[in-house]
């Protein structure tokens, strides 16, 4: 293989490397977590779990999604929608019941559980989760006068 084609073989597989980096810290992260959280045996409410705004649906995260944030310059800006937010708070409770790691595996894991708990609950059985695990206390607690939370 001449030097031209080796060049374009490792930029490729550079590429792909990078392209696939998101997928495999997901996977890496999921692989950490000591068990799985179980969503609350509440009847469907259909509502946000503090905000109570409706809720027909959501966006699940996934990790290119989470990732392409952090190049969006717009968003700081954006609202965190209220099922992103629980779903996140959901993942920390779960893991502070765990036996304590070092903090690159806790937020590795953290996220990772996250997006998961995106992907595979429904809307309702995160709000009425984050219900359970007094979300609203706490968010209302660290929330700042005037304004929603933003990230």
């Known amino acids: 293989m001449r030097a031209a084609g080796k060049a374009w073989l490792s930029v490729v597989l550079l590429?792909?490397?990078i392209a696939l980096l998101p997928g495999l810290l997901y996977?890496?992260?999921l692989a950490m977590v000591e068990g799985w959280p179980q969503p609350a045996d509440r009847a469907p409410s259909g509502v946000a779990a503090c905000?109570?705004?409706p809720r027909m649906g959501h966006q699940p995260i996934n990790p290119w999604s989470f990732t392409a944030q952090f190049f969006d310059k717009d968003a700081m800006?954006?609202?965190v929608p209220d099922v992103e937010r629980e779903a996140y708070w959901i993942a920390r409770r779960h893991l502070?019941?765990?036996p304590q790691h070092d903090m690159l595996r806790w937020h590795l894991s953290s996220t990772a559980l996250a997006i998961w708990i995106t992907r595979h609950w429904s809307a309702a059985q995160i709000a009425d989760t984050a219900r359970k695990e007094d979300f609203c206390r706490a968010w209302s607690k660290r929330r700042v006068p005037g304004g929603p939370m933003k990230r």
């Open 15 to 17: 590429a792909a490397g």
């Open 96 to 98: 502070w019941r765990q």
């Open 77 to 79: 800006k954006k609202k």
């Open 51 to 53: 905000s109570g705004e």
């Open 27 to 29: 996977l890496l992260g």
